[in-house]
């Protein structure tokens, strides 16, 4: 198990939580908090370790595409980066539909 | 005027082969306990062998007879096998029975396959696609001996191929008109065969089997095992591929990404009102997961290079959909199903385990030989096409006054494999195997030129739209995810690239990515299958559902 | 094409059951209320710590459902899992109390005990099977098992004490999964990899042909939604915690010696002719029972000398108007699985009948005359056996718990006294359900969940690995030391031991029994007080602090 | 039955392993070999107790195994484990198997003193540990990528020091794990040139048969069916890498029907998943050789 954090600068703030997923083998589950910050703050917890340049490059990508400006919790039990993305692209999805 | 030379020497090695073993025969047909003798008669040093290895059909009692022959009486055989499935394929190259082998896909045997090439135990003749394969039979690599399995054999020596007759005609047909000697192994004699689907008289010898030809259940994949990844790429394709183009020809490589739109047709397919719109014909095994497609009435028609195990009867039950014969069974051909492949569909869609920068693909990976299945074939733009449909015509460059359409090859991946390992390379591992084996051609399935469609979880790239490498590259990494390949994109290019409608994610196309579950999926497990199969479809042992 | 409920996740599975619009989840994944105890043994943890409690209305009527995830570390219950359910079962007691009628409605999708947080979650399963048997005297408590984990462990018996139980073929039952049977009592047993066994025998379909689950219905929410509905609008209850004598005149019947399968037990369940069994006391024997330090104290404690039952694993007897009960092993019997002490058929619906008969003899007396009742603990486990999974040995366990449950919500003052071991599903039928636990401080005692070799197995840990994590996370270990760090017990009696029976142990003990008969007076009858004492509220190693945080929190979002 | 048979080497003995040994089969090593065998953990740091014991403890299952009428058909040691492996194929004999594991652990015991072992880099490709080891090797302090143990799982060998450069290095560059191993010798490296030519010499007079089955040869990664390359495994694997991950991908070629592992330990449980999906697995360490008979019988008959 290894923590991991991360900062990005993002334009677009949230007004409500989501959240999606679960930690189940190979998933994770994605928590999106509004935030007054002027960043978006990541508190990931991975059940795999050494994938921390990994992750940073699926977060760039993630925020390079959907700058959300929120406060995000993730709890990883050793999914792929393609699954990672899946989870913060629904959750981006959830925020949309529910607006 | 010299001496008139002799036109019928195949002939008369063959007579003489024949006659030295006669008094083993009744008829054609021989003891099963005579089998090795038979073959050490009839097989002669640096003869060109067909030993039938399909896809899903194994003639394993030959083979395993062929493994036991002595190499003092029979070395240095030619293989030329389709498909190296079997230990005992191999092992005949380590005890010096046979020296060099044409194939086509080693896919269970890819290991040893790779390291016997190293060390020289096996020369490689080439690694081909199957139609090159069947091709070379009647042109350079005219078999002396061909070994096939055939289901029943009645007493005159007619073949009863059945369900899974898939290279049995091709194989037998080369050798029978050149004077090569055809051997069969049979699971049974019997008084008359269903139907006929070997004329006798193109049979030398028939030996019972000891036990039934192997046979594989290679395309069942049990819907349990379907993740949202593969969900959601389905939709994708449902809607940024088979609708927008108009899809009504296709072949489904194997594959749960396949797997996950066969089962979403009925649901998703439906919920978007295409049903009857795209896909009615199909050149695809009976994959049991195109069941709910079927019954629902997605489909039309659907003809087979083999068959499946435990689809007999709902086929049997379907005629209408399947090709089968008078006597209700059905047959499967795989020559004409590559050709069908080939030339008359709109579309392939598979999967592969490496994707270049360019949009070349492989199976290849290092220390694994596993060369290809039908997807060469079926994942190329044949250029001799000249029937148009809307799906193809789809394809047609719009500046150019001589441009032709062209077939719709998708590759569908998730950007990393369940390893972790990166999907997209800059480099395939089949560049450093064709060093290593020495092989002419750097073996790879599908080339970027035939690639038109990449699908990932990220989104589709629409390859054909692109108008220089550069922005083929371009379009890749955009879909490509953290891969090395995919970390090069930049987001104002892709952006770009999105608006010109040759990058699409799913929010482009209307896809909904928190609709990507499980339950969206017609059959979840394969008790559902049966169900659906209004109990037809009998799953083999290893596929009883366990939730 | 049905709309699956097994492939939902928890979340989704309750907002599917409860009307659109009308749904509120409680201490939900935002409110930050993870598991302590996994981060600490390197485990990722989940914000709902895998259970999703969802109030809101089904066809109108005011519901709960609580939903456990069972994709979430096998849906094992740890603390604050644990206390989450039992929360807000509690408040759905106390509003239905008040009169305004709430229906829970329980899925289980679960292994049971979460092996990471051992002790807790055999409390946290106890504290829940006491606000199911609390409940069911206002509402049907009704439970689904859609399948995909099943319902298995600790949580087995909270499923036999269900009012009535739907499920899908997609599901199992069972008490011991087969990889512990087969790690405990050899692949002869059971063999682990043989899936058609297990599916043949814990299967719905077979559950059901032997009444130890009462519905199954297609894999469809439609499907569910209105067997619930129908359950509740009969009031459908089961009953399956009152079926003793029935079990019990089935195993009479049965020769243990003898290989049991399928068909022979569905013939066998056939034919039970029911007749009444009551024990009567044990007496004074001429010669020694099999060794035990539960049979060393029940003989000690009841002055009976080489005491005998005519069930020879089950004594009980009174003594200065205190019932006393103790299940003891017997290295003769006819049952092999239970010779070392174990908690087998015969003995949890056995001490049931005990207790039930107790209940009834004191029905009409106030509840300062109930008689006390004295349990004493020495459960190496639960039986391992195939014969005791397809009969269902978890509703022989639930009887027990039942039984003792009920007699404490009745006003039995219930004292365990746990002079041995005290393991797993044996230590939830035979001590758990008292609202007092007073232990000898010795460490040859053994308090745990399962057992080291089994533990392992199911945790993909090796031994090493394990007993390292119980050095940290005292829930894990083994010795009843740790254990008095989470506040589960009244007192640790010191400086007396197991097989000790001199005068003055004796007399340590008596004090002590007295002591905590004593703090009972005027006491609530629940389990309230293994998390409101002292070292449960502000114990250094832990206590109950995360159970107390999610009761609060419940109580805050409750009628929020 | 199409039995993988899999030996394991060091690393998972513990105390008190000896007990179930056949009485006779110990006592005859014993005094073959003139040596008591302790049993115990201190003994285990000694290297003839030590490699004696685990090749005893495997002799011993598998000769039960045999008693139960079960054989191989693939068998695959790891490093120490050949030599059981050879034996399972009835290649070598008893007594040579037990007079050449002693001389085999003296010779171990005697190479490197101090300042040298092993370490071992999970999470990256053999050709990335390969580079990051270029990048610390050199004659004075030598070291070397030795073992693959699965895909993703390389180890070292060599002089302490450069094993911690290495190791260093592996954690800056995305190794999920990179550490030191409990192993005083630099085995199946080239620094175990002088061992292995001393080991050859005294196996000389050894006679091995035609093994009855195919043997998967770690230094090579191959399968194997003639006496010389099982000779060259028993005597050189020390100065090679096992290639454990390539004769796993070998022996799935060979489409075995089940595995079963040998005492002490069960190291593979992660390449093995990864190779061979559910296939059945025996393991030894944790079942007896009755209850592996009863399941292997039923596997045969298809009943399950």
């Given at each position: 198990m290894e923590k991991l954090h991360f900062k990005y600068q993002a334009t677009q703030p949230i007004d409500h939580p989501v959240h999606i997923g679960v930690v189940a083998s190979g998933d994770l589950e994605v928590i999106m908090k509004p935030t007054d910050k002027t960043e978006s703050e990541l508190n990931i917890v991975t059940g795999s370790d050494g994938f921390k340049e990994v992750w940073q490059n699926v977060l760039t990508r993630f925020f390079a595409r959907y700058p959300l400006l929120a406060d995000f919790e993730i709890n990883d039990f050793g999914a792929t980066p393609g699954v990672v993305n899946l989870r913060l692209t629904q959750a981006m999805e959830a925020l949309k539909d529910e607006q | 005027m010299s001496e008139e030379r002799n036109w019928a020497t195949h002939r008369e090695a063959k007579a003489r082969k024949l006659a030295a073993i006669s008094s083993l025969l009744d008829g054609k047909i021989a003891q099963t306990k005579d089998a090795k003798t038979l073959l050490e008669g009839l097989i002669a040093p640096g003869d060109k062998v067909v030993l039938e290895g399909d896809n899903q059909k194994q003639a394993s009692f030959l083979s395993k007879t062929l493994a036991a022959v002595d190499p003092e009486k029979i070395n240095n055989l030619h293989m030329i096998m389709s498909s190296i499935s079997r230990p005992e394929h191999l092992d005949i190259f380590e005890d010096g029975i046979a020296s060099k082998m044409?194939?086509?896909?080693?896919?269970?045997?890819?290991?040893?396959?790779?390291?016997?090439?190293?060390?020289?135990?096996?020369?490689?003749?080439?690694?081909?696609?199957?139609?090159?394969?069947?091709?070379?039979?009647?042109?350079?690599?005219?078999?002396?001996?061909?070994?096939?399995?055939?289901?029943?054999?009645?007493?005159?020596?007619?073949?009863?191929?059945?369900?899974?007759?898939?290279?049995?005609?091709?194989?037998?047909?080369?050798?029978?008109?050149?004077?090569?000697?055809?051997?069969?192994?049979?699971?049974?004699?019997?008084?008359?065969?269903?139907?006929?689907?070997?004329?006798?008289?193109?049979?030398?010898?028939?030996?019972?089997?000891?036990?039934?030809?192997?046979?594989?259940?290679?395309?069942?994949?049990?819907?349990?095992?379907?993740?949202?990844?593969?969900?959601?790429?389905?939709?994708?394709?449902?809607?940024?591929?088979?609708?927008?183009?108009?899809?009504?020809?296709?072949?489904?490589?194997?594959?749960?990404?396949?797997?996950?739109?066969?089962?979403?047709?009925?649901?998703?397919?439906?919920?978007?009102?295409?049903?009857?719109?795209?896909?009615?014909?199909?050149?695809?095994?009976?994959?049991?997961?195109?069941?709910?497609?079927?019954?629902?009435?997605?489909?039309?028609?659907?003809?087979?290079?083999?068959?499946?195990?435990?689809?007999?009867?709902?086929?049997?039950?379907?005629?209408?959909?399947?090709?089968?014969?008078?006597?209700?069974?059905?047959?499967?051909?795989?020559?004409?199903?590559?050709?069908?492949?080939?030339?008359?569909?709109?579309?392939?869609?598979?999967?592969?385990?490496?994707?270049?920068?360019?949009?070349?693909?492989?199976?290849?990976t290092n220390g694994r030989l596993s060369g290809f299945g039908g997807a060469p074939n079926m994942g190329s733009n044949p250029t001799g096409r000249r029937h148009s449909t809307p799906a193809w015509q789809s394809l047609r460059p719009d500046n150019d006054p001589l441009g032709k359409g062209q077939k719709l090859v998708v590759q569908m991946v998730e950007t990393f494999g369940s390893n972790k390992r990166p999907v997209f390379v800059d480099s395939l591992d089949a560049v450093k195997v064709r060093e290593e084996a020495k092989l002419a051609n750097v073996p790879i399935m599908i080339y970027s030129e035939d690639t038109t469609h990449i699908v990932t979880e990220e989104g589709i790239a629409y390859l054909y739209k692109t108008d220089s490498m550069a922005e083929r590259q371009a379009a890749i990494e955009a879909i490509a995810g953290v891969t090395p390949v995919g970390l090069r994109s930049n987001p104002d290019t892709v952006k770009d690239l999105r608006a010109r409608g040759i990058v699409a994610f799913p929010e482009d196309i209307g896809v909904n990515r928190n609709q990507a579950t499980r339950s969206l999926l017609a059959a979840q497990n394969m008790e559902d299958l049966v169900k659906w199969s209004k109990g037809l479809y009998n799953p083999p042992a290893k596929f009883r559902s366990w939730s | 094409m049905s709309n699956s409920f097994v492939e939902l996740h928890a979340r989704q599975r309750a907002e599917a059951l409860l009307d659109a619009g009308s749904t509120r989840e409680l201490i939900g994944p935002f409110d930050n209320m993870i598991s302590p105890h996994l981060e600490p043994q390197g485990i990722v943890p989940e914000a709902d710590d895998g259970i999703v409690v969802m109030k809101g209305t089904m066809a109108g009527k005011n519901a709960v459902v609580i939903a456990i995830e069972g994709s979430f570390q096998g849906g094992g219950i740890g603390e604050v899992s644990g206390a989450k359910i039992v929360a807000a079962l509690e408040h759905v007691l106390a509003d239905n109390k008040a009169g305004k009628t709430?229906?829970?409605?329980?899925?289980?999708?679960?292994?049971?005990?979460?092996?990471?947080?051992?002790?807790?979650?055999?409390?946290?399963i106890s504290e829940i099977q006491n606000m199911i048997i609390a409940l069911k005297k206002y509402v049907p408590v009704i439970g689904l098992v859609p399948g995909r984990v099943g319902s298995f462990g600790g949580m087995s018996i909270t499923n036999a004490l269900l009012s009535y139980v739907i499920g899908t073929d997609k599901a199992r039952i069972g008490l011991n999964g087969p990889e512990v049977i087969e790690q405990e009592a050899g692949v002869k047993e059971w063999d682990s990899s043989d899936k058609n066994l297990i599916w043949n025998t814990l299967g719905t379909k077979q559950r059901q042909a032997t009444g130890i689950i009462d519905e199954v219905v297609d894999d469809d929410v439609a499907a569910f939604k209105q067997a619930i509905t129908s359950a509740i609008n009969e009031k459908k209850d089961s009953q399956r915690d009152q079926r003793g004598d029935f079990y019990l005149s089935l195993l009479d019947q049965l020769d243990p010696s003898q290989p049991l399968d399928i068909a022979g037990y569905d013939k066998l369940f056939k034919q039970?002719?029911?007749?009444?069994?009551?024990?009567?006391?044990?007496?004074?024997?001429?010669?020694?029972?099999?060794?035990?330090?539960?049979?060393?104290?029940?003989?000690?404690?009841?002055?009976?000398?080489?005491?005998?039952?005519?069930?020879?694993?089950?004594?009980?007897?009174?003594?200065?108007?205190?019932?006393?009960?103790?299940?003891?092993?017997?290295?003769?019997?006819?049952?092999?699985?239970?010779?070392?002490?174990?908690?087998?058929?015969?003995?949890?619906?056995?001490?049931?009948?005990?207790?039930?008969?107790?209940?009834?003899?004191?029905?009409?007396?106030?509840?300062?005359?109930?008689?006390?009742?004295?349990?004493?603990?020495?459960?190496?486990?639960?039986?391992?056996?195939?014969?005791?999974?397809?009969?269902?040995?978890?509703?022989?366990?639930?009887?027990?718990?039942?039984?003792?449950?009920?007699?404490?919500?009745?006003?039995?003052?219930?004292?365990?006294?746990?002079?041995?071991?005290?393991?797993?599903?044996?230590?939830?039928?035979?001590?758990?359900?008292?609202?007092?636990?007073?232990?000898?401080?010795?460490?040859?005692?053994?308090?745990?969940?399962?057992?080291?070799?089994?533990?392992?197995?199911?945790?993909?840990?090796?031994?090493?690995?394990?007993?390292?994590?119980?050095?940290?996370?005292?829930?894990?270990?083994?010795?009843?030391?740790?254990?008095?760090?989470?506040?589960?017990?009244?007192?640790?009696?010191?400086?007396?031991?197991?097989?000790?029976?001199?005068?003055?142990?004796?007399?340590?003990?008596?004090?002590?029994?007295?002591?905590?008969?004593?703090?009972?007076?005027?006491?609530?009858?629940d389990l309230s007080f293994r998390y409101t004492n002292d070292i449960a509220v502000n114990g250094a190693d832990g206590g109950r602090k995360a159970t107390n945080q999610v009761r609060a929190l419940m109580d805050q979002q409750w009628n929020a | 039955m199409n039995s993988l048979w899999i030996f394991p080497g060091q690393g998972g003995q513990s105390a008190s392993m000896l007990q179930g040994v056949d009485a006779d089969l110990r006592t005859h090593v014993e005094d073959l070999l003139g040596l008591k065998l302790q049993d115990t953990d201190e003994a285990y740091q000694d290297s003839v107790q030590l490699q004696v014991g685990i090749e005893l403890l495997q002799v011993?299952?598998?000769?039960?195994?045999?008693?139960?009428?079960?054989?191989?058909?693939?068998?695959?040691?790891?490093?120490?484990?050949?030599?059981?492996?050879?034996?399972?194929?009835?290649?070598?004999q008893k007594d040579d198997l037990f007079r050449t594991v002693k001389r085999r652990a003296e010779l171990m015991q005697g190479a490197y003193p101090s300042g040298y072992g092993m370490g071992v880099i999970v999470g990256l490709s053999r050709s990335e540990v390969?580079?990051?080891?270029?990048?610390?090797?050199?004659?004075?302090?030598?070291?070397?990528?030795?073992?693959?143990?699965?895909?993703?799982?390389?180890?070292?060998?060599?002089?302490?020091?450069?094993?911690?450069?290495?190791?260093?290095?592996?954690?800056?560059?995305?190794?999920?794990?990179?550490?030191?191993?409990?192993?005083?010798?630099?085995?199946?490296?080239?620094?175990?040139?002088?061992?292995?030519?001393?080991?050859?010499?005294?196996?000389?007079?050894?006679?091995?048969?035609?093994?009855?089955?195919?043997?998967?040869?770690?230094?090579?990664?191959?399968?194997?069916?003639?006496?010389?390359?099982?000779?060259?495994?028993?005597?050189?694997?020390?100065?090679?890498?096992?290639?454990?991950?390539?004769?796993?991908?070998?022996?799935?070629?060979?489409?075995?029907?089940?595995?079963?592992?040998?005492?002490?330990?069960?190291?593979?449980?992660?390449?093995?998943?990864?190779?061979?999906?559910?296939?059945?697995?025996?393991?030894?360490?944790?079942?007896?050789?009755?209850?592996?008979?009863?399941?292997?019988?039923?596997?045969?008959?298809?009943?399950?």
């Open positions: - | 044409d194939f086509s896909f080693a896919g269970p045997q890819s290991t040893r396959v790779s390291q016997m090439i190293a060390d020289g135990t096996l020369k490689v003749g080439d690694i081909h696609t199957y139609l090159e394969l069947y091709a070379r039979l009647y042109v350079d690599l005219i078999p002396n001996v061909v070994l096939v399995a055939a289901d029943k054999v009645d007493h005159e020596g007619n073949l009863y191929t059945g369900n899974n007759t898939e290279e049995t005609p091709v194989i037998v047909e080369a050798a029978a008109f050149h004077d090569g000697i055809v051997i069969v192994q049979a699971n049974e004699i019997v008084d008359k065969v269903p139907r006929v689907d070997i004329p006798s008289d193109w049979v030398d010898v028939v030996i019972p089997a000891d036990e039934p030809y192997q046979l594989e259940p290679l395309f069942t994949r049990d819907p349990q095992n379907i993740n949202e990844l593969q969900i959601l790429m389905g939709m994708m394709a449902i809607r940024g591929i088979y609708e927008k183009h108009n899809v009504q020809s296709v072949n489904h490589g194997v594959g749960f990404n396949t797997a996950a739109i066969e089962l979403l047709l009925p649901t998703y397919g439906e919920q978007l009102g295409l049903k009857g719109k795209i896909v009615p014909n199909w050149e695809v095994n009976p994959t049991p997961t195109l069941i709910p497609a079927i019954e629902s009435g997605w489909v039309k028609s659907i003809h087979s290079f083999g068959g499946e195990v435990g689809m007999e009867k709902y086929i049997a039950a379907r005629p209408d959909v399947f090709f089968v014969g008078p006597d209700g069974s059905m047959r499967s051909n795989r020559a004409f199903g590559q050709m069908a492949g080939q030339y008359a569909l709109d579309m392939f869609v598979g999967s592969t385990l490496q994707i270049d920068q360019y949009g070349n693909s492989s199976t290849v | 709430v229906y829970p409605i329980i899925i289980l999708d679960t292994g049971g005990v979460r092996l990471q947080e051992a002790n807790y979650g055999l409390l946290s039970v002719t029911v007749k009444e069994h009551h024990l009567a006391p044990a007496v004074a024997g001429t010669e020694a029972g099999t060794k035990s330090r539960g049979r060393n104290w029940f003989e000690i404690l009841t002055g009976i000398k080489n005491a005998q039952s005519e069930v020879p694993t089950v004594l009980h007897a009174q003594k200065d108007g205190r019932e006393y009960i103790a299940i003891v092993p017997d290295e003769h019997n006819r049952f092999p699985r239970v010779q070392h002490g174990e908690v087998g058929l015969q003995e949890g619906y056995t001490v049931a009948s005990v207790v039930n008969d107790l209940i009834a003899a004191d029905k009409d007396k106030p509840a300062t005359q109930k008689t006390p009742i004295v349990i004493v603990v020495d459960v190496p486990s639960q039986a391992y056996g195939y014969k005791e999974e397809l009969i269902g040995i978890h509703m022989s366990l639930a009887a027990a718990a039942s039984a003792y449950a009920r007699a404490r919500q009745a006003g039995h003052k219930v004292v365990a006294f746990i002079p041995g071991d005290a393991v797993s599903g044996g230590f939830l039928a035979q001590g758990l359900q008292s609202n007092r636990l007073v232990a000898l401080d010795d460490l040859d005692i053994t308090i745990q969940a399962m057992s080291k070799a089994s533990s392992a197995r199911i945790t993909q840990r090796t031994i090493a690995e394990l007993e390292e994590a119980t050095k940290h996370v005292p829930a894990m270990a083994y010795d009843i030391e740790n254990y008095q760090k989470l506040g589960s017990l009244y007192r640790l009696i010191e400086g007396v031991k197991g097989y000790d029976h001199d005068a003055r142990a004796v007399g340590t003990v008596e004090a002590a029994l007295d002591d905590a008969f004593a703090s009972l007076d005027d006491a609530p009858t | 011993a299952q598998i000769d039960a195994m045999f008693k139960a009428g079960l054989r191989p058909h693939l068998v695959a040691g790891h490093s120490l484990g050949v030599f059981a492996a050879a034996y399972a194929l009835g290649s070598l390969e580079k990051l080891v270029a990048r610390v090797h050199s004659t004075a302090h030598p070291v070397y990528a030795s073992n693959q143990n699965a895909e993703d799982q390389t180890a070292l060998s060599g002089e302490l020091d450069a094993i911690a450069q290495v190791v260093a290095l592996a954690k800056q560059n995305g190794a999920a794990r990179a550490l030191r191993l409990k192993v005083p010798v630099p085995s199946h490296s080239p620094l175990m040139t002088e061992v292995s030519t001393q080991l050859a010499a005294a196996m000389s007079a050894v006679e091995l048969t035609k093994p009855n089955g195919i043997y998967l040869a770690n230094y090579s990664g191959r399968a194997v069916r003639q006496v010389a390359p099982i000779l060259e495994d028993l005597t050189a694997n020390l100065k090679y890498p096992v290639y454990f991950e390539a004769m796993m991908g070998v022996a799935r070629d060979y489409q075995p029907d089940s595995i079963v592992n040998f005492a002490p330990g069960q190291p593979f449980r992660k390449v093995l998943a990864q190779k061979f999906g559910d296939l059945h697995q025996i393991n030894l360490n944790q079942m007896s050789v009755s209850d592996a008979a009863f399941l292997l019988n039923k596997w045969e008959r298809g009943s399950y």
